[in-house]
Every structure is written in C-alpha cells, then in structure tokens.
C-alpha cells in the first residue's frame, strides 16, 4: 500500500455515516470499498476498536461487518482480522466470479439461480433401473441412446436434422460457438443476459453487440439494427430468461425470424437458443427453428426441472453442424454418460416424475406471482416473469446487496449480467440516474410467507446512500 494512503481504521473513522445503525456503518464502508479508498486486501479495523472510535457498541459493528461479508465485500481470516476481499479464484471466468455467491451463511439466499431442490423429482427409482456395470459396446457407437434420441424428438418444438445430448447447456452453447464463431467476430446478444455467454465470448475473441428486451423478448428493431454489423451468431432465451424471467411469444420469434430473413450480408448467421427452463416453464414451446430451421440450433437443458447434477442438456439443429460438434466432442469426453442418459429417460417418461415437474412448475408459477404481486404492492416495478428469477430494480446496486444483506438476504448483482457498453454506462451512474440498476432474485427459493421477504426487498430497492453506488 502506498505510503501516501490514508490508513484504513483513519479512513473508516473519519467517513460520514448517516446514522450509527449496522445498516448506514455497512452502506458507507461499501461505499469506500466501491469508489477504491478501500482497496483490495487492505485490513480494516477490529470490531472494538471501530466501535470506540464511533461511540457504538461492538455488536453494532459486528452486525455491520456481517453484512459486509454477506455481500461479499469483506472477508474474515480469523484472528488475523477482517480484510477487504480480494480478487476470486481463477477457476471461475470473469462474469462468473460476479454471479459466485461468498460461503457466508445467510438467512435466505436468492442470488444462485438453482432451483428448489425440494421440487425436484426423486432419482430412487430411476437409479434402481440403471445398470449395475458402467460397461459400453464401442467407443465409437452413436452417443445418445435410441430410445431417449426418440423421446426428445417427439418432444422437440421443430423438426431438427439432428439431436444430440450433452453435458448441460453451456456445453453445447460453448461447442457450438466454438464451431461457428472465429476471432474477431460480432455475437448478438441479450442486454441483460446470462454472464457465461459474455465470458465465452471473450474467450473466443469475440464481440458482444447487445439487443435490448421488452415483455416479449429481444426487440426485432434493435436486432434489425444490430444485424447491421454481419454478426456470425445470434444468442438468446426463448423462455424464462436469465436474468429478467421474460419469455418468448411465438409472434415475437415469428417477427426476429423475418428480421433475420430480410437482413443483407448475414447468410452464415447461426442462432443458437439456450431454452434451460423448458420444463418449468409456464409457456409453451417457442423456437425460431420453425421459421429458420437451417439455422438454428436448440438447446434444452433438463438441470432446472430435473437436477443440475445431472449435466445433461439435449441439442438439435441442421445435421452437418451438429456432426461437427460431435466429431469434436469424441476427441474430448466422447460422449455424455449412458448411466446418466438412462436416468433421464427413466425421468421423462415415469409418470411420478412427469408429476413432479408438472407440480414444480405450478409451484414456481405460483412464487413468481406471489412475490411479484407483493412487491409491485409495495412499490417496486417488477415485471412479470417465468420460470424461477425476477430482475428488480433498484436505486443502487450495491446499496440494495447491502441492505439485503443486512437484513441476512443474499440476491445477485445486476452487472455482471451487462455486456461491456452498458456495465460501463453503469459504472458511470447514466443508469442510476435513469433507475436502471437491477439485481436478480432467485424467486424460486422463497417459501412460505413472501411478505417479509418483499418487505426487505422493497427496502432495499429504495435505498441510496450517499455517494449513489
């Protein structure tokens, strides 16, 4: 640290503080850790110490400091003291390291973006029936067993050449930009979206031109415009999409696919559809393969509806692409599990387990609505939404995961979900002033009464300390 710094314990003692509440304590010192004057690693003071020079008790700054660390601005190293977290492990990319919730225990977390796993159907049975060897004929024989490669194309929302199963969404998003995509090229994506697809992208060299999102999906105007700079794929939710829970409706992906069809100089344009809740969702099936199907590659994960342990996601599309992706994926895992590819089927055609997807829905559609409700009651202009998240604005980002925090609430913060234009425009308080900060809620994990949850989320929502972070 430098020489010329202010010292921490001095910084934190001299700062102003709205009130001496564990709330305004914690809102200020993240304020400091946001704009810098705190920075990363630094050792902040020790609770009595603090609270001697702010004439509080001890137990008001150790409630501050636990809401700090629940936000996931601070971190505890036992006798050492508490610091300033720093940078996260590499194993997670970018964006991802953004969504990562801190292992700080919370009353409630609403930040991962899983499901309930109460509402998941059993795997008993289903085990019982695999196999009791993990043998196969050939390292070369199809990759997807025939009877669940029937039963997913008696179920697929086009006629696609070809389906194939691998390990999770983002594995066959990843495979297919990767045979699609090359340095240098332009993707279109949804603003908001899901962060891995950003850091996939950065991965691979590749621009993000993000398309804005009403209460139907991605705007065919903004695509129109964004087609313009000859992307090489286009990338989107059809159905409860992360983070804003909005889905598709058949006359939307109708209008995107004409926009496509009428756009100059983008005859290699790929789309590729990551439909992750399908199952749960209250919507039908929407794919713009109906319009499109030599372009369009959909993928449908099952980890929402039947377990993200299970890794397993099913894809289809035009035939010689998806035997690339195939070819390539022998010289790598070869195939996903037929264990597990048997435990899938077994799930989607048991009548108990097809029962306990059907309920999950109902009972997902039911908690977006409840807390939706609630909170619009109260104040807070949440959109309607599918599957299990809710994107709700707020005054401030980080005052709100504060706040949540405080209150022994963890939600996800809204940025990493910005491709790079709009975090930037974040960064420098434009959407602040128009009341465009945003944080996930993982709707699908409350329980029970919502009113206190949506009385402390409303809170949170309204809350701006001074310096507007």
Same mark, same amino acid.
């Given at each position: ?69 629940? *936000? ?20 997670? *990319? ?54 669940? *490669? ?59 031109? @993000? ?31 992360? @983070? ?5 409706? @058949? ?129 807070? *202009? ?88």
């Amino acid at each position: 640290m430098s020489s010329e710094r202010v010292d921490a314990a001095q910084l934190i003692s001299h700062a102003k503080f709205p009130d001496a509440s564990p709330r305004a304590i914690a809102g200020e010192i993240a304020r400091l850790v946001n704009s810098g004057e705190l920075g990363a690693g630094e050792r902040l003071p020790t609770v009595r110490d603090l609270a001697a020079a702010l004439g509080v008790s001890p137990a008001t700054i150790s409630q501050a400091w636990q809401a700090l660390a629940r *936000a996931g601005l601070i971190e505890s190293r036992g006798r050492a003291g508490s610091f300033v977290r720093g940078a996260a492990s590499a194993r997670l *990319a970018p964006r991802m390291r953004g969504m990562a919730a801190p292992d700080d225990p919370v009353r409630l977390d609403l930040s991962r973006g899983t499901p309930d796993p109460l509402l998941l159907p059993a795997l008993g049975p289903a085990l019982s029936r695999v196999s009791a060897r993990a043998e196969t004929g050939s390292y070369q024989a199809e990759p997807v067993i025939p009877a669940l *490669a029937r039963v997913l194309r008696d179920s697929w929302p086009s006629d696609a050449e070809q389906i194939m199963v691998v390990d999770g969404a983002l594995d066959a998003i990843s495979r297919t930009l990767e045979q699609v995509v090359r340095f240098g090229d332009r993707v279109v994506v949804e603003s908001p979206g899901f962060p891995p697809f950003l850091d996939l992208l950065e991965v691979l060299g590749a621009t993000p031109v @993000p398309v804005r999102l009403d209460g139907e999906g991605m705007r065919p105007d903004a695509l129109a415009a964004a087609l313009r700079q000859r992307p090489a794929a286009l990338l989107l939710q059809p159905r409860a999409q992360n @983070p804003t829970g909005v889905s598709m409706t @058949p006359a939307r992906a109708e209008a995107l696919a004409r926009v496509i069809e009428a756009a100059e100089r983008v005859d290699g344009l790929i789309v590729i559809e990551d439909d992750h809740s399908g199952l749960i969702s209250i919507e039908g099936d929407v794919t713009l393969g109906a319009w499109l199907p030599d372009r369009v590659v959909h993928v449908r994960s099952f980890s929402k509806s039947h377990g993200p342990d299970l890794r397993i996601a099913a894809l289809g599309g035009p035939r010689d692409l998806v035997e690339h992706i195939a070819g390539r994926r022998m010289l790598g895992p070869g195939w996903t599990s037929r264990m597990l590819q048997t435990i899938l089927l077994d799930l989607l055609t048991d009548g108990a387990s097809i029962d306990a997807v059907t309920e999950a829905r109902r009972q997902y559609y039911t908690r977006q609505r409840t807390l939706g409700d609630a909170l619009r009651s109260r104040g807070v *202009a949440a959109a309607p939404a599918d599957g299990i998240n809710l994107w709700m604005p707020v005054l401030g980002e980080r005052s709100a995961l504060v706040q949540l925090a405080a209150a022994g609430i963890r939600v996800a913060a809204g940025t990493p979900f910005l491709a790079a234009s709009d975090a930037t425009d974040a960064a420098n308080g434009m959407r602040q002033r128009t009341g465009g900060d945003y944080v996930r809620v993982t709707v699908g994990a409350v329980r029970g009464d919502v009113d206190p949850v949506a009385d402390d989320l409303a809170s949170a929502a309204s809350h701006l300390v001074a310096g507007g972070y």
